[in-house]
Structures are given as structure tokens and as C-alpha cells.
């Protein structure tokens, strides 16, 4: 009977420190993913650090109910928390500072946060926690031997009992020893294969934090690149061919006057793609994070801010009710903008007809701008959504190829997609997928939520 | 407005690797009305010869103000900068960051540093000769420093 409680005893304490390690862990992963999202600004990252969060909050409750019946425990545990708590608010503030003021601002409060230390507090007390139940683990095994002793006490004194009870006495020993040996065979498994998850897990960490840093060097070295060495060597241009217009233009004849005008437009115009260059990539590293948001209200300001280009191509642009959708309010527009501007910039004599139509769809909504312009040949539906990829010459249609690419990367960061399907009696239909906002909450509920589990229990 | 008129040429050290930048540089500052004797620095080292006079600086005056890029080979414009402020007779000469870059990073650091100010150098030639401009007005015209008894 005993014995069945002693292997229950090894059982449970293996059970608190597996948990207390699941607390560990889940700080550590919930830590990845906020430096995943600070570096990069990418929700994917928000997974990991949800399921961190929730792990943490799992295995404290599990510890909680676990030593119920420890009063140290419990007292340690009243320690822990808040130290979790105030970890996790941390983590939480500056995921919200890299959303709302940026990237520079992010790593700089991750630079200069306290964070190391209660890291570090967190660790020694769930270290204090182990070697308390290590202790207790170890309490319990001196009584075992002790009732071991006591067994073969009975056995000498059995003596005089008979061989009968000497038989028994013999059985029960035998009994106790072989359970004995299968607690601690199951002790050493238990320990071996905790080893090899810790060993597995650091490894796997390791190449992540590798990961990260890689492509945290590559962001850098983009940003350096596009905001210093390439635009030096433009100013370089720009500069002295404007100087040289401006102190020898009265020297110079019409000709070389134009051929000035010609490198000062060429370096403006390698400007705009620099400047289009750098609000492509912001689609990925400045984006703010996906609420409910009203289609219908968003397509009201984009039509609000192409007024003009309307008017001026008696554009007729109509619509069906649009759907709430889980969107970056900004980059929605900013979608929609590009979709219906194009609209109008690709059209044919005839007058210019544009409709925006939703369709709900097993996962969400297909929102889509059709329109009655020149279309794309089927061959280039995919080429357009290239960055810099133009069908026509500039004096044709004016831009520099960014407009679709950046759709694209906008549809992409919603978990969606954007295609263009043929369209009966020419034009095009560009189509883009967007998870229902419908039956989320408010972003202040979700904010809430995330303050409550973290400073919960 | 006016300005009291400067007896004497105002010095400027300016630290700048790019070739192109310092005849850019040079160029708008002669058009300035400020007579002025432009000292140029390649790198951040050549920099601190300069004002602790040493080398080929041996006979260059005390600027009245340092016009520091922040990407120099060598000893980087940030070094030069700690260097400067570090330094008991150097500390109180302005030092104007005129960069290419518009790293949030950038700016607050230099200020940590004590910077005096911080420009992003312009790509139009019309708004960098006006930067220049409000440079030398502010610095050279409009605030009052410290007599350092160099003359």
C-alpha cells in the first residue's frame, strides 16, 4: 500500500517541476515572440507569444493545485506571480510601443528595460520551488528505507513464527524491494528524459535566436542601405547638376540646358523610387495590428480623397453593402486606393464604371473592384503584382510599378490574397480575400484581455 | 534683423569623407555672407589632430564651429563626438551633426552625446544652401558663446 503512495509521491513531484519548467518556458517563448514582432512588426510573431502567455498562466495554476496542501509552496508561488506579472505587462508595453511609435522605439525599450532582472528573479524562484520539492522527494525516500528496515526486523523476530510467516514476511519484502526498483527505474526514465526536452528545447532556441538575429542584420542593413547609400550618391547628382544650372545656365546653350533638366528629372525620379522602395517595406515593418474595421466607412474616405480623379473622368462608381472585416485600417485604404485609382487610371474612352462588391466566403470576404478599363491580358495576371513591373511606357501611363506590389503585400499581412479574375466584356475584376471583423471584440477588449491574463492569479 | 558685424573670419572645421559634399559645402559657403575659413577633416581622427592641432594641423586656428558628418572611415562621427564633449577645452565648441541619415537611432544618440543639433542633409541643392544659411546665422550671428581667448 505504501509503496503505491511512495511511486505517487515521485510522480507528483516530477509534475511540479515539469510545470514550473512549463512557466520558465512559456516566459521564455512569450519573450521570442515579442522580439520576433518587435524586430520584424510581423502578427505571426504574436502567436508564439500568446501561446507563451497562455502556457504561464496554465502552469501556475497547475503548481497552485498542485502543493495545495504546501504552505511554503504556496508562499513562494505568492512571490512568483507578481514577478511574472510584472514581467509579462513589460512584454506587453512594448509590443504596444513597437506598434504605435516604431521599431527604433521598440528595441530601445527593450534595450532599456528592467527586464533581465525579473527574468532573473523568476529563475531562482522556480529554482527555489524545485529543490523544495527535491527535498520533500528525498524526506520521502528515508522514510521508505526506514520502512524497509522495518521490514526485515519483522523478519528476524519471524523466526520464531514459523517458516509460514517467514515465507509471507519473505513474499512481502521481495513485493516491497521489486516496487521499490520500479520507482526508481521510473525516477531515472523521468530524469533522463527531462534532460534530453531541456537539451532539445536550448538547442532549438539557440537556432532561433540565430534566426532572429540573421534576419534582424538584414532589416538593418535594408533600412542603412536605402535611407544612406542610396540616397548620398543621389544628392550627389542632384546637387551639382542643379549648381552647375545655376552658376554657368546663362553660358550654357538650349541643348546642354536640356540635357541638365534631363539628369536633374532622372535623380527625382530615382528619389520616388527609393521613397516607394522604402513604403513597400513598411507594409511589413510598420503595420498596425489587425482590428474590426468597416469597409464601408473606409471606402467612403478613399473616395472622399480620389474626388478629384472621379470628377475629372466622370468615373460612375458604384457599390454593395461592405462587410466589417478584421483589417489595418490605414493599409485597407490604402488597398482600396491603389484598386480603384488604378480603376480609373486604366480606363477606355467610354465611360469609366467601377464596382466594388463583396462575396462572404467560407473563411471571410472576397472584396472585389471591377471595372470597365483597358483589363490585363491573362498572361500578365500575375507579372503586375510584381514590384516594378510595368505593361506600359510612362508616357503611355504614368508610375513606377509599385501600386499592385504594394496591394499585394497589404492582402498578404491581412492572411489573405489578391488575383485578378477575366472579366466579361473587357476590363479587370481584382479580387482580395479578408477575415470577417464581424464577431471580434473591440481593440480595447483585446487589450484588456491581454492586461488581465497578465497580471491574473 | 541685423547682425553685429565679425572683425575677424569665422573658422569652421567641417568633417566630411565625401570628396563631393565638402565642394558642395565649400561652394555654398562662399556665397555666404559671413567671411568665413573652412578647415576639412576626411575622417574622424584626422578630426582630433585638428583641434588638439597636431600633424599637418600644428599651425590650424581653434573653430568656431564643427560641422561633423556621422559615417566617417576611421573614427566614426559618433566617436568623434563622445571625444569632443569629453574633452574640457574642446566641449564648448558647437558641433553642428550634418548627415545623410534620418535614423530615429541616429538622432538620439548624437544627443546623448551632447550634440548641439542635428540636420539631415537636404537633397535639393536650393534647400541645403538655405540650411547652410540658417547654419551660419544661428551659430555664427545669432547666439552668444563663450569667449575662449583665441585670438
Known sequence: MRNADDRQWVVHTYQVMAQLDGVLQGMTDAETGERGYILTGQDSYLGPYQRGLTAVREGIAAVRKLTADNVKQQRSLDALEPLVAERLRELQERIQVRRDVGLAAGAAAVREGPGKDYMD????????????????????????????????????????????????????????????????????????????????????????????????????????????????????????????????????????????????????????????????????????????????????????????????????????????????????????????????????????????????TATGWNISVRDNGIGVAPEHSERIFVIFQRLHTKTQYPGTGIGLAICKKIAERHGGRIWLEPTAGGGSTFIFSIADGGSYASKEQIHDELRIHATSN | MSFESTPHPIDILLVEDNAADVRLTEEVLTESKVHNNLMVANDGQEALMCLRRQGKFKNSPRPDLILLDLNLPVKDGREVLADIKADSDLKRIPVVILTTSKAEEDILKTYNLHANCYITKPVDLEQFVTVVRYIEDFWLAIVRLPGNGKR
Open chain 1, 121 to 360: 528573479r523568476v529563475r531562482v524562484t522556480t529554482n527555489e520551488m524545485k529543490s523544495e520539492e527535491q527535498r520533500l522527494l528525498t524526506l520521502r525516500s528515508v522514510e521508505l528505507d526506514a520502512s524497509s528496515r522495518r521490514t526485515r526486523t519483522v523478519l528476524v523476530l519471524g523466526e520464531s513464527l514459523g517458516l509460514l510467516l517467514l515465507g509471507v514476511a519473505g513474499l512481502i519484502v521481495h513485493g516491497e524491494m521489486r516496487h521499490r526498483a520500479q520507482a526508481e527505474e521510473q525516477v531515472r526514465t523521468l530524469n533522463a528524459d527531462l534532460e534530453r526536452k531541456v537539451a532539445e528545447r536550448t538547442a532549438e532556441l539557440a537556432e532561433r535566436a540565430k534566426d532572429l538575429e540573421r534576419s534582424n542584420m538584414e532589416l538593418q542593413q535594408f533600412a542603412y542601405v536605402a535611407s544612406h547609400d542610396l540616397q548620398e550618391p543621389l544628392r550627389t547628382i542632384a546637387s551639382f547638376t542643379q549648381l552647375l544650372a545655376k552658376r554657368y545656365g546663362d553660358k550654357l546653350d538650349d541643348k546642354a540646358r536640356e540635357f541638365i533638366a534631363f539628369a536633374v528629372d532622372g535623380s527625382k525620379r530615382m528619389q520616388t523610387l527609393i521613397n516607394d522602395l522604402l513604403s513597400f517595406s513598411r507594409v511589413g515593418t510598420q503595420g498596425r495590428p489587425l482590428v474590426p474595421v468597416s469597409t464601408d466607412a473606409v471606402l467612403d474616405a478613399v473616395l472622399k480623397s480620389l474626388k478629384r480623379g472621379i470628377e475629372d473622368s466622370r468615373a460612375i462608381i458604384t457599390r454593395d453593402p461592405l462587410p466589417m472585416v478584421l483589417a489595418d485600417e490605414l493599409q485597407l485604404s490604402q488597398l482600396l486606393q491603389n484598386l480603384i485609382g488604378n480603376a480609373i487610371k486604366f480606363r477606355r474612352e467610354d465611360t469609366v464604371k467601377v464596382h466594388v462588391g463583396a462575396r462572404r
